[in-house]
C-alpha cells in the first residue's frame, strides 16, 4: 500500500478493538456500495460512557484503519462526546489518508453514529439525526 502514513500501516497491520461485544448496547453497520466496504462497530456504555467498541470491517486497509482508529477514539467518552467525533478526526488522527480513501473515514463516522443512534432507541430515546440537542 503506498501513500499511506506509518500510523494508517500500524493501524492496518495491528487492528485494535476487532471483533463484537455479546449483548452490546449499540450497534452499527453501514457500507459504501461504490466500493463495497461493509464496517460494524458495537458499543458498550455504562453510566453514560462507552466503556467498550470493538469493530468488523470487510474492506480495503484505509478502512480497516480508520474502524481501528474511531474505536480508539470513542471508549471512554460520552454519546455525545463520541458524537462529536468527525470523519477528518479520524483522518488527522491516522496521520492522513490519501483523498480515494477518505470515504473510509466518513464510513467510520457514519457507523459510530448509527451505534449511538442504537443504544438511544433501545434505551426509548430518540435517534439524533444531526447530533445531540442542546441540554442532551
Not at 1 to 29: K, L
Not at 115 to 124: E, L, M
Request: hydrophobic share 40%; charged share 25%.
Amino acid at each position: 500500500m503506498t501513500g499511506y502514513s506509518d500510523r494508517v500501516m500500524d493501524h492496518f497491520m495491528n487492528p485494535r478493538n476487532m471483533g463484537e461485544i455479546a449483548d452490546a448496547d449499540g450497534v452499527g453497520e453501514v457500507g459504501n456500495p461504490a466500493c463495497g466496504d461493509i464496517m460494524k462497530i458495537c458499543i458498550r456504555v455504562e453510566g453514560g460512557r462507552i466503556t467498550d467498541a470493538k469493530f468488523k470491517t470487510f474492506g480495503c486497509g484505509a478502512a480497516i484503519a480508520s474502524s481501528s482508529m474511531a474505536t480508539e477514539m470513542i471508549v471512554g467518552k460520552t454519546l455525545k462526546e463520541a458524537w462529536g467525533v468527525t470523519n477528518r478526526a479520524v483522518a488527522e488522527a491516522l496521520e492522513g489518508l490519501p483523498p480515494q480513501k477518505l470515504h473510509c473515514s466518513v464510513l467510520a463516522e457514519e457507523c459510530i453514529h448509527a451505534a449511538i443512534n442504537d443504544c438511544r432507541t433501545k434505551n426509548g430515546l430518540p435517534a439524533w439525526a444531526e447530533g445531540p440537542e442542546a441540554g442532551e
